[in-house]
């Protein structure tokens, strides 16, 4: 064979057979995490996404992201409601109704909430003494992508909403963490932006470890973008995010009205890059459990735990186990849900194609004999999974 015809026949076979073996892979990956919809009482797939579920009076309640079938921004956080009757032994398949928006885009310009916007992981709390719904959630600004990293607060009387916004803003500008000694501040101030423009090398991660961009973001405030809740058993209530460009998390205590902060908050795992968090507190133990970052696809969990907010945080094993587990089953964190004496990690195995059609993985957590957390891959076949 010469050359020009060995040229011509390898370009032939790069032009149908790689393209057919990339989808071929895409369609593999694709179908080794197919689950199910979840329906409502219309039969309709729930548009709820990165939410969280609890109980209030006679009703089952859960919020979340409500999305456009393409596209990347939102429409609001919506409401499912399940009698408190229901059987939350299968929570997925209780009989939730769709109760509409609470919390609707609007379409006032320069508002946090504007068409256009994105609206992620919207965390409830009722708050006894406001008499109010509280409603905390990742708030991105139209036009802007990821970039503005604030928290958005809407309050309502009532579950069915709707809710008004309060206000949208950065977490503690100008405090540093709660245990930060002045040694500790001298030493975040210590690192220049500008002597560190490559990121991922090693000088890099030690001046994030040590509070880079925990200084950079002083006056501004501290990013906030994936994030959870939690009312502690003496009422402290705690936002938890994904801060510093995702690579720290912070725990921030929320003020007795939950609208805002009181400037306590403390780092979790600096320059660990974790997304995703959702906490459960055991036996004077809390157990956060979060994703890495890889934007919508799934990666492995990751698993903290700490006797104190304040820390130290200890990081174990993924507690996902069976098929699937090294991806978590193709899902993502996004809340414990404690029905009785039972917990569900609640999960979103995301569709950027459209994300309305993201489903809803929900997993039994369960405490071992050794006392750690394990969840069971819910993979029936292993055939095709890792
Ligand atoms: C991962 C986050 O967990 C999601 O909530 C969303 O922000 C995507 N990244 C966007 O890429």
């Not at 609640?346 to 050794?370: E, I, K, Y």
């Amino acid at each position: 064979m010469n050359i020009r015809t060995f040229v011509m026949l390898f370009g032939t076979f790069c032009m149908t057979c790689i393209p057919a073996f990339a989808q071929q892979r895409n369609r593999n990956n694709r179908q080794r995490f197919e689950y199910p919809a979840t329906p409502d009482t219309n039969g309709h797939h729930v548009n709820a996404h990165g939410g969280c579920i609890f109980r209030h009076g006679d009703q089952w309640l859960w919020y979340g992201e409500a999305r456009p079938q393409w596209g990347f921004t939102s429409e609001g956080v919506a409401l499912y409601t399940a009698p408190a009757s229901a059987d939350m032994t299968d929570p997925q398949h209780a009989p939730w109704q769709n109760r509409g928006l609470v919390l609707r885009v609007v379409d006032e310009e320069g508002s946090p909430i504007e068409r256009g916007c994105i609206i992620e992981r919207p965390k409830v709390l009722w708050n006894e003494k406001t008499q109010l719904f509280v409603m905390l959630f990742h708030s991105e600004l139209k036009g802007r992508g990821y970039e503005a990293a604030q928290t958005g607060f809407a309050t309502s009387p009532k579950a069915e909403g709707p809710f008004t916004l309060h206000h949208a803003a950065r977490p503690n500008p100008n405090r540093w963490p709660a245990d930060f000694a002045e040694a500790d501040i001298k030493k975040a101030k210590s690192y220049k932006l500008a002597d560190y423009k490559e990121w991922w090398t090693e000088p890099w991660r030690e001046a994030i470890r040590y509070g880079m961009f925990l200084f950079r973001d002083m006056e501004r405030g501290q990013m906030s973008r994936d994030m959870t809740v939690f009312v502690d058993d003496d009422g402290t209530a705690w936002h938890i995010f994904s801060s510093e460009d995702n690579l720290t998390l912070h725990a921030a205590e929320l003020t007795p009205d939950y609208l805002g902060y009181t400037g306590r908050y403390y780092r979790i795992a600096p320059g660990g890059q974790n997304e995703a968090p959702t906490i459960i507190k055991r036996d004077g133990t809390y157990w956060l459990l979060c994703s890495g970052c890889t934007g919508w696809d799934p990666n492995e969990a990751r698993l903290f735990s700490a006797k104190s907010m304040a820390g130290p945080w200890t990081q174990h094993p993924s507690p996902c186990k069976g098929p699937g587990a090294r991806l978590t089953y193709g899902a993502q964190g996004t809340w414990m849900l404690q029905a009785g004496d039972k917990v569900f990690f609640m999960a979103d195995v995301w569709n950027p194609r459209s994300l309305a059609n993201s489903r809803h993985l929900w997993m039994p957590l369960t405490f071992g004999a050794d006392g750690m957390p394990v969840v069971q891959s819910p993979i029936q076949s292993p055939m095709g999974q890792e």
